[in-house]
């Protein structure tokens, strides 16, 4: 069964730091885009960063220059670095992947970690 499991998540105050883990397991052939998503109380989910299998990235204006995505795919994972935290960036982050597996090309979804910035 495959699964993406994230990590990371807390209570921080304004200004702090905060990284996140995601862990794809399973019977993974191939693991192509990686992503973080969030999403806050009655708001939509919306893109935080994304990552491509060569490294190529991509983020949101509100996050640019603050978090930073990367992955390590001899481990599966994909990580956000979160720094200079702000009480607007209080939300579930998810992770995401498209991965080629046993049952094909699918994009995956992990459970969610609470982010909480607040003094």
């Known amino acids: 069964q495959v699964q993406l499991v994230e990590s990371g998540g807390g209570l921080v105050q304004p200004g702090g730091s905060l990284r996140l883990s995601c862990a794809a397991s399973?019977?993974?052939?191939?693991?192509?885009?990686m992503g973080w998503y969030r999403q806050a109380p009655e708001k939509q989910r919306e893109l935080v960063a994304v990552?491509?299998?060569?490294?190529?990235?991509n983020s949101a204006d509100s996050v640019r220059g603050r978090f930073t995505i990367s992955r390590d795919n001899a481990k599966n994972m994909v990580y956000l670095q979160m720094n200079s935290l702000k009480p607007e960036d209080t939300a579930v982050y998810y992770c995401?992947?498209?991965?080629?597996?046993?049952?094909?090309?699918?994009?995956?979804w992990g459970q969610g970690t609470q982010v909480t910035v607040s003094s």
């Open positions: 399973g019977t993974i052939f191939s693991i192509y885009r």
């Open positions: 995401n992947a498209d991965l080629g597996t046993g049952d094909g090309h699918g994009r995956y």
């Open positions: 990552i491509t299998s060569g490294g190529s990235t």
